[in-house]
């Protein structure tokens, strides 16, 4: 039995004994016979041959969590565990000499304290005899493990001299007669900067490299944070390397406005759950080249929009730089100003699949235009499963409610969207 879906009208075909069909939601509840239900905001489709019930949900959010499987700013990875070994340290970031923690292929990570005159060096190796760097316990290193030089084996001079002594011994550059590491001698080597010792009263700091832009200059002279700079500080929210307004990072770096677009590609119901979704709206905004964080418009159990976006203050502007809400309570106060029908390439997106009576590009959602949870139930089994239990789409050339939730039910084997969101 098919029903015909016409905007403005209900059609309800019911075959069993008793059906009580519930709110505006579309939701329907029997005692005998079982109920397949398409709808629409505008209209309702529905065949009875079995027992079933529809009620709708909410949820509540949570804080990020470094660990919980889900990348949020300031985190640039995330895989959901405390492994250092697999490219997302537990930290979640990607492993890196100095960042304090020992990732493979790294033997030691003294974090700011790594030096070439250290334990473990700047290259996050242990400093050991013959590598070049005068370490701990070494009054020399000339790079060899040779006897007969200028260094012995043991990276001792030879003949009984030592680093420390207060006598100028061949090999030695200085000897001030202590250990102290903050002073114009260090280990017999006059004090330089990006020897990875502060010296006390000519230099601010020494990070053990000569680079500026990391916090410590090539002069070993602190850096404050600078908008402008190209470097993400923990006070910014986008540093395009620019202090020009206008290009989408505001001279104060902030940004200016939000991207959002529909995909290109379309998809059945199996998205590989929420985080899934997450990743196709992060695939095809690298695939143009955007940066940023991205996150697809979609609920199931405690993940929503409303629980998880960033409220933004600034407009969202589709790909060709119309703007479809001025801010966030714009978004979602039941309307836009233009429909979310532009993809990340700046194509009108105008083919549909002709589904619940809708000739419109569909989107999966299961989301209320307020970015609150639909449903706890049609969404595909979670947007896991292709053969489940129906689901919610939104209509991507509208501006009204329905721009987010159109019509319920169907299959999940249907091809639809995502709408996908700059965070």
Same mark, same amino acid.
């Given at each position: 039995m098919r029903g015909v879906i016409e905007r403005g009208a209900a059609l309800l075909l019911l075959v069993g004994c008793f059906v009580d069909v519930g709110g505006e939601d579309g939701s329907v509840s029997g005692s005998a016979g079982t109920?397949?239900?398409?709808?629409?905001?505008?209209?309702?489709?529905?065949?009875?041959?079995? =027992?079933? %019930?529809?009620? !709708?949900?909410?949820?509540?959010?949570?804080? =990020?969590? *470094?660990?919980?499987?889900?990348?949020?700013?300031?985190? !640039?990875?995330?895989?959901?565990?405390?492994?250092?070994?697999? $490219? *997302?340290? %537990?930290?979640?970031?990607?492993?890196?000499? $100095?960042?304090?923690?020992?990732?493979?292929?790294?033997?030691?990570?003294?974090?700011?304290?790594?030096?070439?005159?250290?334990?473990?060096?700047?290259?996050?190796? =242990?400093?050991?005899?013959?590598?070049?760097?005068?370490?701990?316990?070494? +009054? *020399?290193?000339?790079g060899n493990t040779r006897d007969g030089d200028a260094c012995t084996s043991q990276c001792a001079l030879p003949g009984g001299e030592s680093c420390g002594d207060g006598i100028l011994d061949p090999g030695e550059v200085c000897d001030d007669g202590n250990a102290d590491l903050s002073d114009a001698c260090v280990a017999c080597v006059d004090a330089a900067c990006g020897d990875g010792h502060v010296h006390l009263g000519a230099e601010e700091c020494d990070d053990g490299n000569l680079m500026s832009g990391d916090g410590c200059s090539d002069q070993c002279a602190g850096e404050s944070p600078t908008c402008g700079d190209g470097k993400l500080d923990p006070f910014e929210e986008c540093d395009d390397g620019n202090a020009e307004a206008g290009d989408g990072c505001s001279t104060g770096c902030f940004k200016e406005f939000r991207r959002v677009f529909l995909t290109s590609t379309s998809y059945a119901g199996e998205l590989g759950g929420v985080e899934g979704a997450h990743a196709k709206c992060t695939t095809a905004a690298a695939s143009v080249a955007l940066s940023g964080s991205f996150r697809a418009w979609i609920s199931f159990g405690d993940a929503s929009p409303a629980n998880d976006f960033v409220k933004s203050s600034v407009p969202y502007r589709r790909m060709d730089g119309v703007v479809v809400a001025n801010n966030w309570a714009d978004l979602t106060d039941g309307s836009l100003l233009a429909p979310i029908n532009v993809n990340e390439v700046?194509?009108?997106?105008? +083919?549909?699949?002709?589904?619940?009576?809708?000739?419109?590009?569909?989107?999966?959602?299961? !989301?209320? &235009? /307020?970015?609150?949870?639909?449903?706890?139930?049609?969404?595909? $089994?979670?947007? !896991? &499963?292709?053969? /489940?239990?129906?689901?919610?789409?939104?209509?991507? /050339?509208?501006?009204?409610?329905?721009? %987010?939730?159109?019509?319920?039910?169907?299959?999940?084997?249907?091809?639809?969207?995502?709408?996908?969101f700059e965070q």
């Open positions: 109920t397949t239900t398409m709808t629409t905001t505008a209209s309702t489709s529905t065949t009875t041959t079995g =027992p079933t %019930s529809t009620s !709708t949900g909410e949820s509540t959010g949570v804080d =990020p969590t *470094c660990g919980d499987g889900e990348v949020q700013a300031p985190e !640039t990875c995330d895989d959901g565990n405390d492994d250092e070994d697999d $490219g *997302c340290t %537990s930290a979640c970031q990607p492993p890196s000499c $100095g960042d304090g923690i020992v990732s493979a292929p790294e033997l030691c990570d003294e974090g700011a304290a790594n030096s070439n005159r250290g334990a473990c060096t700047s290259s996050c190796a =242990p400093a050991v005899c013959g590598d070049g760097f005068i370490g701990p316990g070494e +009054a *020399c290193d000339d700046g194509e009108v997106a105008t +083919a549909g699949v002709n589904y619940c009576g809708i000739d419109d590009p569909l989107v999966w959602s299961n !989301t209320t &235009a /307020a970015g609150t949870i639909l449903q706890p139930t049609g969404n595909c $089994g979670g947007f !896991t &499963a292709i053969n /489940a239990d129906g689901g919610n789409w939104g209509d991507a /050339a509208l501006i009204d409610g329905q721009w %987010s939730h159109t019509c319920s039910g169907g299959m999940c084997s249907t091809l639809a969207g995502v709408y996908c």
